[in-house]
């Protein structure tokens, strides 16, 4: 149920800070360790390359869960769109561990992954939120999201969960691989937990925001670089299905090979800065949008801000970043949509579990 809320989408970016603090509860043990079944954590640690099989915002999800796969554990990842992987099948490697991110567990274009690469004998977990779900069944192991039901068609706090717990994976393996890490997963997460629930309580400037830039604009541009294009591309993706503003993200490194041309007087650009190793170069692209006529919104990360900022999101680990980073995209895109008097919950077009191929 809703409750008092007027859409369910609102209710479930709300209860993002408390479904995160839950995954912190049920992935940690009572000596503050990583709780998790053990044939994950072997098959984890067995595997020479990590392929991450997913749709819409899973997949935005695994682009995340490279990142930390990668850079915590030390295994190679792959991620896939599910609906391409078939047509140009990549070189697998000896001990591949395929990887299904699905808030449903239903979806079609997932599921005909799993049949092809079980055919081959490949190993699979699926991260999802519905435990008993196709998916679930279907793979090997399975690891639960814990986020509640997710009704809203666009996708918000299943996206936050995929990512945390795809950090506790990352974290589990890196130990059980021996490798040592300064981050502590838990605390870091409930780090940003916090300042998830700090924008939760800034929805007024968020809605001004969103009235600010997107009026009646046609269409929208998110920017940024690193992990932040990767939260662009969210972002651009929950305010296209519930707004009909044609969003689309870039890469900043992008623009000039392309999509600079589209920049008109007034284009709204979305710009993400959290990484301090990029602030640099995107505070140039957000520079060359501006000086074409663009609107910038920029969306920094304390520390990194500078005077001018749109709206600036607490400080977290530059790991957690997209957890926090993505709720102001997710606000702005819900305004936007109800300012045009859209079908917030229930999109045109769309349904929220995605069954057909
Ligand atoms: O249930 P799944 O996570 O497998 O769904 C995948 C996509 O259909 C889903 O994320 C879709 O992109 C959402 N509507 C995005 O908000």
Redesign the pocket.
Known sequence: EKGTYPHFMLKEIDEQPFVIRKIIQEYQDENDQIKLDPDVRQAMTKCDRVYII???????AGLIGKQFIEKLAQTPVEVHV?SEFSYNMPLISDNPLFV????????A??RAVLVETKAKGYPALTI??VPGST?SREADYTLHLHAGPEI?????K??TA?MAVLAILAVDTAQAKGIELEFNPMKQLGIAANAMEALCDQKEEIEQISADFLPTTRNCFFIGRSVDYYVGLEGA??LK??SYIQAEGFAGGELKHGTIALIEEGTPVVALATQENVNYSIRGNVKEVAARGANPCVISMKGLDQEGDTFVIPEVHELLTPLVSVVPMQLIAYYAALHRDCDVDK?RN?????TVE
């Not at 299904?100 to 979806?107: C, P």
């Not at 809203?152 to 918000?156: K, L, W």
């Open positions: 997913a749709c819409g915002t899973s997949y935005h599910a299904f991110i699905s808030q449903s567990g239903e979806t274009d997932s999802t939120n998916l809203a068609v666009a996708s918000t299943a996206y995929q993706l929950k299905e519930i999109p769309l349904a929220k579990s995605v």
